[in-house]
């Protein structure tokens, strides 16, 4: 049986050798990939500091990973943060006050920075300084701290919610898409050769299926079939292992999971198919509107299983189908 210190270490090399860090071993979002190999390729040429780069998109599609992978073609230190764990403007001026010429600073959640701090950022990022009032009353002045040119890297899963002032201050602004399974493939092929783990391409076809076209829900569940196939199976990632497991998890073809049908199921049998309010949906359902809007509406939605509309969300004819649910009374089309 394995040492707990080694199931650690394993679990530690899996959380950072599943991560590129190279454009070249990147899966996926080829677009944005060419586009900021240009303008990382364009920075060096010059020798000056990457201009600011906004990544946004749901949850698990490495927004993350690929800041990171910036800092690595970069070739310089990356700092991270995320916006609620910069609570006051002294804190933010502290992270910009630390960082040296062309380094990264990332800042996950962008869009939860407080207004006030999220205005320090405003000169920082366009003219390179900080104006910090000191004293009080009558002996109150300004000190303004020169910054060194710096890249600053956002990434948020709510694009919508950052100021105008804030956004137009990135020139680089990029959203990632979901997956494709094919793209899904690959990404699982890479892990399970880090892995070591016997994957065969039927199950991995199973996996990619169900993975929400997310890498990191992926990964996930990659771990999940190889403790099957060595508790239950033959130590072999296979397609009856992998199909075990997902019946087991209650995950469908589709990717959804139990609570993914319950959120269709609450729209459909309490609100008549909607539409419905997103704050009246969520307190049904027990949980907060930012989880919901922001980790699980974003897959129905680009399944087409709901939609979003000006009234409310609505379920689509695809999403009764998916719950085996014939049309009933006539509902609101936008």
Do not use: W
């Amino acid at each position: 049986m394995p040492s707990r210190k080694g199931s650690r270490r394993e679990g530690d090399a899996f959380h950072q050798d599943l991560r590129p860090r190279r454009f070249r071993d990147y899966v996926g979002q080829t677009a944005v990939i060419e586009q900021l190999c240009i303008s990382v390729s364009a920075a060096r040429h010059r020798g000056e500091a990457l201009d600011h780069v906004l990544l946004h998109g749901p949850p698990g599609l490495g927004k993350t990973t690929l800041a990171a992978v910036l800092a690595h073609e970069l070739e310089v230190p990356i700092h991270t943060s995320a916006g609620p764990l910069i609570p006051r403007t002294g804190d933010m001026v502290a992270l910009l006050n630390a960082l040296e010429a062309n380094e990264i600073l990332f800042i996950d959640e962008i869009h939860r920075l407080a207004p006030a701090v999220a205005e320090v950022l405003y000169p920082a990022m366009e003219d390179h300084h900080l104006d910090i009032m000191v004293g009080e009353k009558l002996g109150a002045h300004t000190l303004r701290i020169e910054l060194p040119p710096f890249t600053l890297i956002g990434a948020t899963t709510r694009a919508d919610l950052l100021t105008g002032p804030l956004r137009d201050r990135f020139p680089l602004v990029h959203q990632l898409e979901f997956y494709s399974p094919a793209e899904i493939g690959r990404v699982l092929t890479r892990a399970a050769r880090v892995l070591a783990a016997p994957l065969k391409p039927e199950a991995a076809g199973e996996i990619a299926a169900r993975s929400r076209g997310t890498p990191r829900v992926a990964n996930n569940y990659l771990r999940r079939v190889r403790d099957f196939a060595d508790v239950r199976g033959r130590g072999v990632l296979d397609r009856p292992a992998a199909l075990k497991l997902f019946e087991i998890m209650d995950v469908d073809g589709e990717g959804l999971d139990p609570f993914d049908r319950r959120i269709l199921e609450s729209i459909l049998d309490n609100f008549s198919g909607g539409p419905v309010g997103v704050a009246n949906l969520a307190a049904t359902l027990g949980m907060d509107t930012r989880t919901l809007e922001e980790v699980q509406e974003p897959y129905l939605i680009y399944r087409g299983f709901l939609r979003r509309t000006a009234k409310g969300r609505v379920i689509t004819d695809r999403g009764r189908r998916h719950l085996g649910r014939e049309r009933g009374a006539t509902l609101f089309e936008p």
